[in-house]
Structures are given as structure tokens and as C-alpha cells.
């Protein structure tokens, strides 16, 4: 069983930057999209990113579109998510997640927290106003 584990939380201002990173355990890392999700108090876990297993496409939820990068090292076992123009309404725990199946290329919709079957522990980020 692959172990997940994030880092790089924490508190921010309003309009700053973070950059969360997930060390992943185990030799398959290379073979399986990642992704990161993120929940808040009170709310369901939503998508927020996914880079394909090859590193080739990524995709986001629209509320992050333009503000937030996902991208991976096969070589470190590793998948970040640099954060920019932070707003208060990012405010959640973030988790990162392995895909279930492995080389897929590419999503027609919006992955979905099921589409993954390993998880991260998670990491907090607070952005303040």
C-alpha cells in the first residue's frame, strides 16, 4: 500500500503563496495520475488538480484556473501544488491522492474523489483576509 504523505501548510495572507508537496512511497509512483483535493469545514472534498501519470496534462477546478499549478517529480516520488493569489475561500485541509488505475492520459470530466484510492493525510492551509 502506497503511502502518501503532504507538506508545505499553512497560514497565509490574502493574495499570498504556498507550495504543498506530497512524497509518495513505493516504486509505481510514476505509473499513476495524482491529484489534489481539498475540504473545508462543513463542506464535501472537491477536486482542485490532476496531472496525468506521464506529467503530459494537467487539469483544474475552475475556482483555481490561472492561481494554481500542479506538477510532479517521477524521479522524487513527489507531486506539488503551487498555490498563488491565495483568497480566504481556499481556506481547507488539502489531501493528495493516487488514481486507482494507472496510465490513464487524460479526463473528459472532472476526476472525482472515487477516481482515486490512495490518500494523504492531509495538510491545513488558512488563508487569512
Known amino acids: 500500500q502506497v503511502q502518501l504523505v503532504e507538506s508545505g501548510g499553512g497560514l497565509v495572507q490574502a493574495g499570498g503563496s504556498l507550495r504543498l508537496s506530497c512524497a509518495a512511497s513505493?516504486?509505481?509512483?510514476?505509473?499513476?495520475?495524482m491529484g489534489w483535493f481539498r475540504q473545508a469545514p462543513g463542506k464535501e472534498r472537491e477536486f482542485v488538480a490532476v496531472?496525468?501519470?506521464?506529467?503530459?496534462?494537467?487539469y483544474y477546478a475552475d475556482s483555481v484556473k490561472g492561481r494554481f499549478t500542479i506538477s510532479r517529480d517521477n524521479a522524487k516520488n513527489t507531486v506539488y501544488l503551487q498555490m498563488n493569489s491565495l483568497k480566504p475561500e481556499d481556506t481547507a485541509v488539502y489531501f493528495c491522492?493516487?488514481?486507482?488505475?494507472?496510465?490513464?492520459?487524460?479526463?473528459?470530466?472532472?476526476?472525482?474523489?472515487?477516481?482515486?484510492?490512495?490518500w494523504g493525510q492531509g495538510t491545513q492551509v488558512t488563508v487569512s483576509s
Open positions: 491522492a493516487k488514481e486507482s488505475q494507472a496510465f490513464v492520459d487524460s479526463w473528459s470530466r472532472n476526476p472525482r474523489a472515487r477516481d482515486f484510492g490512495s
Open positions: 513505493g516504486r509505481t509512483f510514476g505509473f499513476y495520475g
Open positions: 496531472i496525468t501519470w506521464s506529467g503530459g496534462n494537467t
